[in-house]
């Protein structure tokens, strides 16, 4: 039998011209799930499970569309046959402006996930996972890379208005039990001191969060994860735990209790301590405290104040 010809199949991308003409800033995709391993500075490969988004822009006014399966088997091949680093990065934008001679002349990709750390408790030294939200953000234009490098940390805040108050009603606790005489036993205030009716009050603390984006200067070839982490838990003093045992919940207690801070305190914390990091030609803050005596939250957002840099 003859052999039949292969039907070409229409391609409207290529093939037709858009029916109202016009350029667009950006055109791709967004939430691509697909796996990816890591590489970050001092750190081992990490495997994450990624959501991707990858776009280019459209400077032809004239053309139907981009070629959004370029894109994606550019991050296929990413996945399957390297890691995310900052030269790989850097190298993928290249090849979605590359996949698109004369339709695109800028890339932005986003990388969305989860980086588990292990983490040492405070005393036991015991260990445990925990998750941290990552995303890193490159943009390329006109030859220049633009990496930003953004995390979430948990951490405990404990309010030092509501410490003031626990602290007058033990004050208040005492003299009513005790009395005015100077000449109070030690052993039973000691003994009092460990019962309910000595400790009549406790401040309230919660759950916080700080978000944390950071530009990464040209001198960094490696994503300071974890460096970035560190600075963020050793400024603040107070982050959550995995393991524990009574030790380190005792500690805990006491670094919340040597750390009170509003959401300004927390804020201004982390703006000190990013202000003295080189590496990071700019930042921005969101502190978040999600109240246990408010149904709402308490909020504070700062940046590093640039010109031109990031908006608050």
């Known amino acids: 039998m003859p052999t039949a010809t292969p039907t070409m199949m229409p ?6 011209k858009a029916q109202t003409e016009g350029a667009l800033d950006w055109v791709g995709m967004s939430n691509i799930e697909m796996p990816m391993v890591v590489g970050a500075a001092n750190e081992p490969e990490r495997p994450v499970n990624a959501l991707i988004d990858a776009f280019v822009n459209l400077t032809d006014p004239k ?6 399966s370029r894109l994606y088997l550019l991050l296929e091949e990413l996945s399957n046959n390297d890691m995310l680093t900052h030269q790989s990065l850097r190298r993928l934008l290249h090849d979605f402006i590359a996949s698109h001679d004369g339709l695109a002349d800028q890339a932005y990709v986003k990388f969305s996930f989860d980086y588990q750390i292990r983490r040492k408790a405070l005393i036991s030294k015991k260990q445990g996972w925990k998750s941290y939200p990552v995303v890193l953000v490159g943009r390329y234009n006109a030859g220049e890379l633009d990496l930003e490098l953004s995390v979430d940390v948990p951490y405990s805040s404990t309010c030092p208005c509501s410490a003031a108050l626990a602290r007058q009603l033990i004050q208040e606790a005492f003299s009513n039990q005790f009395g005015t005489d100077a000449d109070v036993d030690a052993e039973a205030v000691h003994r ?5 009716q000595g400790i ?4 309230h603390s919660q759950r916080s969060i700080a978000e944390v984006k950071v530009k990464l200067g040209d001198a960094i070839t490696e994503f300071p994860i974890i460096a970035l982490i560190d600075a963020i838990e050793g400024s603040l003093k107070t982050p959550v735990q995995a393991a524990v045992k009574r030790e380190d919940e005792q500690e805990f207690a006491r670094l919340n209790g040597q750390n009170l801070m509003f959401c300004e305190d927390a804020a201004r ?22 109240e246990s005596l408010h149904a709402h939250d308490a909020v504070s957002i700062t940046t590093k104040g640039i010109p031109g840099g990031f908006k608050a």
């Open 192 to 196: 009092w001191l460990g019962t309910t």
């Open 63 to 68: 053309a139907k569309g981009i070629h959004m």
């Open 11 to 16: 391609d409207i991308a290529n093939q037709t």
């Open 200 to 203: 009549v009050a406790t401040p």
């Open 269 to 290: 914390r982390l703006q000190f301590t990013l202000n003295h990091q080189p590496d990071y030609s700019d930042f921005w803050i969101r502190v978040n405290h999600y």
